[in-house]
């Protein structure tokens, strides 16, 4: 079954680090740009990161950049998500997502994982 699986949300305090994972399950995400984004509860989905498929650029949205850093690993299947400094606004469950226009458009979504930052 195609799927993208986040892994490493939990609980921070104020100025913590943690370190997201995206895994992709039966497909290969090589041909894939990937980004995260996150969402609090009665908001819209906010895009914060995106990296092109060779990893050779990214974009940040403005409240993350500077603080957080997206990568990728092509040979296994994970996309990654570092996130420093963090502060009790960046509360929110954390997605991935996978989009590719090659041959046709595919897109796929992970199931989200919750981050908690204390103050």
């Known amino acids: 079954q195609v799927q993208l699986v986040e892994l490493g949300g939990g609980l921070v305090q104020q100025g913590g680090s943690l370190n997201l994972s995206c895994v992709a399950s039966?497909?290969?995400?090589?041909?894939?740009?990937m980004r995260w984004y996150r969402q609090i509860p009665g908001e819209e989905r906010e895009w914060i990161a995106v990296?092109?498929?060779?990893?050779?650029?990214?974009e940040y949205s403005g409240s993350v950049k500077g603080r957080f850093t997206i990568s990728r690993d092509n040979t296994k299947n994970t996309a990654y998500l570092q996130m420093t400094n963090l502060k009790p606004e960046d509360t929110a469950v954390y997605y991935c997502?996978?989009?590719?226009?090659?041959?046709?458009?595919?897109?796929?979504w992970g199931w989200g994982t919750q981050v908690t930052v204390s103050s």
């Open positions: 039966e497909f290969g995400i090589g041909l894939y740009t």
């Open positions: 997502n996978a989009r590719t226009t090659a041959n046709r458009v595919r897109e796929y």
């Open positions: 990296i092109t498929p060779d990893g050779e650029r990214s």
